[in-house]
């Protein structure tokens, strides 16, 4: 089936929400109950083996009934970092198998609201941590070509947090750097410094991200310009980043230095940042533009040595020659001062 425009984590104000898609001819919003009202979506804290139940408005603004599925999908991050919800024919484990609607569909008349309860009941086993999933409604009608159906759907993301010990932990996974040279002999170059983000706790993180690369000792160091901050990382998500960094001196062994900030949101929507974590690599580099040049240099210098040598050797017979004359010519002056 084709997904249009309805976004497994749609964020709901205080009034109906639709898809962006204006054929959608429904919205949905959270109840109003002991929870609150007008609620963005549905947030719990849930001990292993507790309950709750909450209910799902759906609104149906068109001049037609509908007929929609109801169902609970579990939260994944999409390529583009995008949360987003698995398909119902998709099998869910965490979130999508814990809320469990009171009917698998609804029938809402035009003009007129629905209120489908729905109950969270976490198995005992339930491990610590955080959890994102969703409550969906769904309507599969047939394309415009006849074709491949078309399931439209519009839902309200379920952020969960099982109660125990929380685990945050982000690491850097993969971390490599290319380095493109210059023409210019005494000049920088750029570099490219790529590496993937890893959640490896047991909470949702945003990670803030720094990146520098210095020669030995520290020396010519140079940081990249401003990174935009990751998606927020479900637990056991990756995120692959790519980072610039122009005018690094090819320093012959460069030193790259990773440094995250884990970034984790509370229930209230606080945001507070964790210990930094600092991942560092290093890698060779080659200044071929000035290696050439200093070989030229060399070159040049070996070329004018050798001339200066040969001069020098041509030269050496004259003076051997002028040596015997002034022998022989010492003798004779000796005679003539005799006489």
């Known amino acids: 089936m084709v997904l249009l425009a309805a976004f497994g984590f749609l964020t709901v104000g205080a009034g109906p929400a639709a898809a962006e898609d204006g054929d959608v001819p429904w919205a949905v919003r959270t109840a109003s109950n002991d929870f609150g009202s007008g609620r963005q979506n549905y947030t719990y804290t849930l001990n292993p083996g507790g309950q709750l139940k909450d209910g799902l408005v759906v609104v149906n603004r068109g001049v037609t009934p509908l007929d929609l599925a109801v169902y609970a999908a579990d939260g994944f991050t999409t390529e583009a970092g995008q949360l987003d919800l698995v398909t119902k024919d998709a099998k869910s ?69 099982v109660g125990g010990e929380l685990k945050p932990s982000l690491s850097v996974e993969d971390l490599h750097v290319r380095y493109s040279g210059t023409p210019n002999p005494f000049g920088k170059g750029d570099a490219t410094v790529t590496y993937t983000i890893h959640n490896t706790g047991n909470a949702i993180l945003t990670a803030r991200q720094a990146v520098s690369i210095s020669g030995p000792f520290g020396r010519l160091g140079v940081r990249a310009g401003q990174i935009d901050d990751s998606p927020p990382l479900l637990p056991g ?32 929507g606080s945001i507070a940042p964790l210990a930094m974590v600092e991942t560092t690599t290093h890698a060779w580099t080659i200044a071929w533009a000035l290696l050439l040049f200093v070989l030229v240099v060399l070159c040049g210098l070996v070329v004018a040595g050798l001339a200066s040598r040969r001069r020098r050797r041509h030269a050496k017979p004259r003076e051997d020659i002028r040596v015997p ?14 006489q």
């Open 93 to 161: 484990t965490r979130v999508g198998a814990w809320v469990h609607a009171d009917r698998h569909d609804v029938t809402v008349r035009p003009g007129e609201s629905v209120e489908v309860p729905f109950t969270v009941a976490l198995p005992d086993n339930a491990a610590p941590g955080d959890y994102m999933g969703g409550i969906v409604t769904s309507l599969t009608q047939a394309s415009e070509a006849g074709e491949t159906p078309v399931d439209r759907r519009l839902g309200i993301r379920i952020r969960l947090r």
């Open 325 to 338: 004359e002034a022998v022989e010519q010492a003798p004779r002056e000796r005679e003539t001062s005799h």
């Open 237 to 268: 998500d990756t995120w692959k980043v790519s980072v610039p960094v122009h005018e690094v001196a090819p320093a012959l062994r460069l030193t790259v230095t990773v440094t995250l900030v884990p970034l984790l949101t509370d229930a209230s």
